[in-house]
Structure formats: C-alpha cells, structure tokens
C-alpha cells in the first residue's frame, strides 16, 4: 500500500507560481503511475496532470503550457510545477497513483482508475 502526502498548496496572485509536491512512501515507489487531481468547490474532481513510471507525461489542455510534471524518484517525490496561474486554477489539489503496466491515454484521466489517493493540498488564485 502506498500513501501520499501532498504540499506546497499557498495562496498566490494571478500570474504567480507554485510548485506542489506529492510524497509517496511505502511499496517501491518507481512502480508508480501519479496523476495530479484538482477538485473546486461543488464541482467534479478533474484531471490535471499525470505521469508514468517511465516518466511519460499527460495534460489536460487547460494547463498544457502552464503545469509542469515531473518525478523524482530517488526522492519518492512527484512534482507538479504550476505557472501563470489564473483564479480558476483555484481548488484543492490531489496527488493519485495507480500500478496499472499498460494504459491508454484517456485511462490516466480517469479518476476511478486511481486507487491510491492522498488528503490534497488548497491553491487559492487571487485576482
């Protein structure tokens, strides 16, 4: 079983950056598919980000651009690096992982497939 700690969540101005973090400690962490989940208030919870245990990436188009992610696993640690950020970037941030070998690309933005999830981490966008 893996857990997940996410951090690095703040409040920033429009056009700003922030770089959230995504800890995993328990089984070999390298095995691991993360994804990067946003969730607003009284909405869906949404892909953002993912990326592969071979370091493949995957964005939602509203970020591509914009959001960086990357891994680092000597650190056990998955990075999401957020820029030009907007206020409807706002939102409780999620870090998920699944084991899953082969996928497509619609299975990473499926939050359903994700059965390890951490506690999220607030970013709140100021206009």
């Known amino acids: 079983q893996v857990q997940l700690v996410e951090s690095g969540g703040g409040l920033v101005q429009a056009g700003g950056s922030l770089r959230l973090s995504c800890a995993a400690s328990g089984r070999t962490f390298s095995v691991y598919n993360i994804g990067w989940f946003l969730q607003a208030p009284g909405k869906e919870r949404e892909f953002v980000a993912a990326i592969s245990w071979s370091s493949n990436t995957y964005y939602a188009d509203s970020v591509k651009g914009r959001f960086t992610i990357s891994r680092d696993n000597a650190k056990n640690t998955v990075y999401l690096q957020m820029n030009s950020l907007k206020p409807e970037d706002t939102a409780v941030y999620y870090c998920?992982?699944?084991?899953?070998?082969?996928?497509?690309?619609?299975?990473?933005?499926?939050?359903?497939?994700?059965?390890?999830w951490g506690r999220g981490t607030q970013v709140t966008v100021s206009s």
């Open positions: 998920a992982a699944h084991t899953t070998t082969y996928y497509t690309d619609d299975y990473v933005r499926d939050k359903d497939n994700y059965p390890h």
